[in-house]
Nanobody, 120 residues
């Protein structure tokens, strides 16, 4: 199995910054994509940002120019640098990873989520 452990959430004032981290461990052959989603009560989980193994990135329009996703392949870790935070960024943030657990098996794993709260 593969475990994803997130850290770095918390409470911050509008305009502030936070950095989320997510480390993957366990039965990992390689990792294709890693990403961050977020969810607020009553709403569907939405993509925030994703990065694949070659470094290509994808961002939600609402965070472009404010958030930066990066990864350390040697540490199987993905980061999300969040700047200029807004109250509407408040959500539980989940990381995920597409992991090749054997030569032929790729599975999607999720972290447990970390709360980000932005006060106005």
């Amino acid at each position: 199995q593969v475990q994803l452990v997130e850290s770095g959430g918390g409470l911050v004032q509008a305009g502030g910054s936070l950095r989320l981290s997510c480390a993957a461990s366990g039965r990992i052959f390689s990792i294709n994509s890693m990403g961050w989603h977020r969810q607020t009560p009553g709403k569907q989980r939405e993509l925030v940002a994703a990065i694949i193994s070659d470094g290509s990135t994808n961002y939600a329009d609402s965070v472009k120019g404010r958030f930066t996703i990066s990864r350390d392949n040697a540490k199987n870790t993905v980061y999300l640098q969040m700047n200029s935070l807004k109250p509407e960024d408040t959500a539980v943030y989940y990381c995920n990873a597409e992991v090749l657990t054997t030569w032929t098996t790729m599975r999607l794993f999720w972290g447990q989520g970390t709360q980000v709260t932005v006060s106005s």
